[in-house]
Nanobody, 124 residues
């Protein structure tokens, strides 16, 4: 049974930082690209960042480029999202997702497994 469990969300002031983690189990982690998505109230789920199976390639949404960093530790079956210079518009539930294979997708439909999400709230 595949499980993706996010942690690290919380309340932070604008300009602050948070580090999200996503621990994976029940799958061969190094065979999957990993992505982070977010969904704000009343909005569709949107792509944030993705990292390929080895960690050698990453891809970011324009809205977070230069502020967020995605990384992974295949020995720990964990993917991270370091979020700096947070803005109120970053407030959302953040989800990690796993995509089998060598892709680096930005479309949620490409992903096979999803976590339950973690809330990030940025106050102004």
């Amino acid at each position: 049974q595949v499980q993706l469990v996010e942690s690290g969300g919380g309340l932070v002031q604008a300009g602050g930082s948070l580090r999200l983690s996503c621990a994976a189990s029940g799958l061969t982690f190094s065979s999957y690209a990993m992505g982070w998505f977010r969904q704000a109230p009343g909005k569709e789920r949107e792509f944030v960042a993705a990292i390929n199976w080895s960690g050698g390639n990453t891809y970011y949404a324009d809205s977070v480029k230069g502020r967020f960093t995605i990384s992974r530790d295949n020995a720990k079956n964990t993917v991270y999202l370091q979020m700096n210079s947070l803005k109120p518009e970053d407030t959302a539930v953040y989800y990690c997702a796993a995509e089998w294979g060598y892709g680096l997708g930005y479309d949620p439909i490409e992903y096979d497994y999803w976590g339950q999400g973690t809330q990030v709230t940025v106050s102004s």
